[in-house]
């Protein structure tokens, strides 16, 4: 997949910018502030519905603004043309495909598949579950389209058992709830063990050649409750205590998974570039996997990565890109070494807007 032309209005500095990427490698160069990192964030909204900054899932509309608008020219395997538009005001979204409203987020998300690396990505690695499971459930969407109503219908199930923990129900009021949840879990669970069986050859091939110090690589999974038990004999044994605190303890909400290497203890012991750098590992791994499930990559946002690995990390990963029939999109303060972006498209940003570079 890549972005033939991306249009932004009203997005945190711009007032309005256009981009016509190159096919392959496009590097955004820049001072701070410019604007670089905005248009990576506004094709990572179009992909994910957030942004991948720190500082909340929202994005700013310019100052003095209260709404603004992403669109997009596509191309899917070779289908050129798709048009993606994308609006936000009052915490509202609307969206469109082809000229056509859509009430769900969902077509969009599908037709535009972005994986984005930046300052914040390590959390992915050190940083709560919550991150993992959103990159576990959004590699599944990607082949299973399916997975994301059965993921709603969760957490909507989900929502009825706490209410009555919360107000004291009695047990018989929980059967029914309980019985769809065992059964939503074990499709969440069976989805998730797949994608992660499938990614594990490619998590383990990226980790051996961008950090080969941390030792062999294996992933360890937990699916959110004690399969050999049973998610229904956990709900009912825990119901007291779950009543006492409002919420449930066990099911697919609660699930995680690790990276897991011979050579380091526990992963809270990686260093801070070395998380940067096992998070890269995932993401290349996903593009890949995904690549060979969808028969194309992902376009790939990687911002500021001169300053987020050391050189050496750097130049592997870029030569990693150029290798590969994709579209990516880099950020750095100046330009890159002319061994460095080989072929690549150089842009200058600025708040007026893009300009290639000489």
Request: proline content about 5%; glycine content about 10%.
């Amino acid at each position: 997949m890549k972005i033939d032309l991306l249009r932004v209005t009203n997005l945190r500095c711009f007032e309005s910018v256009s981009f016509a990427a190159g096919n392959g490698v496009n590097w955004l160069v820049g001072p701070n502030g410019a604007g670089k990192s905005t248009l990576l964030e506004a094709a990572h909204i179009l992909s994910h519905g957030r942004s991948f900054r720190a500082g909340g899932r929202g994005a700013p509309c310019r100052h003095g603004t209260h709404e603004y608008l992403i669109h997009a020219v596509l191309t899917r395997r070779n289908h050129a043309g798709i048009r993606l538009g994308l609006a936000r005001k009052d915490d509202r979204w609307q969206a469109r495909l082809d000229g056509a409203d859509v009430v769900s987020l969902a077509p969009l998300f599908e037709a535009c598949p972005v994986i984005c690396f930046g300052p914040e990505s390590q959390t992915l690695v050190t940083g709560p579950a919550d991150d993992r499971r959103a990159f576990l459930d959004w590699s599944v969407f990607h082949v299973e389209h399916g997975s994301l109503e059965v993921w709603r219908a969760w957490r909507r199930t989900l929502r009825q058992r706490n209410a009555l923990l919360r107000n004291g129900a009695p047990d018989r009021d929980f059967e029914p709830w309980e019985h769809d949840l065992v059964a939503l879990a074990e499709q969440i669970h069976a989805a998730r063990s797949a994608c992660l069986d499938g990614l594990t050859p490619y998590l383990a091939e990226e980790a051996g050649w961008l950090v080969p110090e941390l030792g062999t690589f294996r992933v360890d999974y937990r699916p959110g409750w004690n399969v050999e038990v049973g998610l229904q004999s956990q709900f009912e044994n825990q119901r007291g205590r779950e009543r006492e605190r409002g919420f449930t303890q066990y099911g697919a909400h609660r699930a995680d998974w690790s990276p897991v290497f011979g050579g380091i203890a526990h992963r809270e012991y990686l260093s801070r570039g070395q998380a940067k750098a096992v998070a890269l590992v995932c993401l290349l791994a996903q593009a890949r996997w995904l690549h060979d499930r969808i028969g194309e990559y992902p376009l790939l946002c990687l911002d500021d990565l001169g300053s987020e690995l050391d050189r050496d990390h750097t130049g592997k990963v870029v030569a990693w890109l150029a290798g590969k029939p994709l579209q990516a999109w880099l950020t750095a303060t100046t330009k890159p070494e002319p061994q460095v972006r080989s072929a690549a498209a150089v842009f200058h940003v600025e708040h007026a807007g893009i300009t290639p570079a000489d």
